[in-house]
Nanobody, 123 residues
Framework: QVQLVESGGGSVQAGGSLRLSCVLS????????LTWFRQVSGGGREGVAS???????RYADSVKGRFTISQDSAGNTLYLQMTGLKPEDSATYYC?????????????????WGQGTQVTVSS
């Protein structure tokens, strides 16, 4: 059974940095897409950054140049390095896994989700 467990959220001031981690267990797909989504209370989930098994990455326009998605060499942990944080980045962040897909920011394409980690950025 695949499990994703996020950590690293917290409260920071605008301009600060955080690094989110997502530990993958039971994950055996050799072709996959891993995406960080975020959701504000009352809103839908939006794709923030994705990486696939070929190493290709994709970023939402709102985070380009500020966020970096990566994996450790073993592929067991997914990271999201967030710098230059803004109040509008405040949300619950989720990692999600899918078979390799071009729909890297489409929620219904993802079969496994973590429980989420809260990020709060104050001005």
């Amino acid at each position: 059974q695949v499990q994703l467990v996020e950590s690293g959220g917290g409260s920071v001031q605008a301009g600060g940095s955080l690094r989110l981690s997502c530990v993958l267990s039971g994950f055996t797909d050799t072709e996959y897409t891993l995406t960080w989504f975020r959701q504000v209370s009352g809103g839908g989930r939006e794709g923030v950054a994705s990486i696939n098994s070929y190493g290709s990455t994709r970023y939402a326009d709102s985070v380009k140049g500020r966020f970096t998605i990566s994996q450790d060499s073993a592929g067991n942990t997914l990271y999201l390095q967030m710098t230059g944080l803004k109040p509008e980045d405040s949300a619950t962040y989720y990692c999600a896994a899918a078979k390799n897909t071009l729909a890297s920011f489409i929620v219904r394409a993802f079969h496994t989700w973590g429980q989420g980690t809260q990020v709060t950025v104050s001005s």
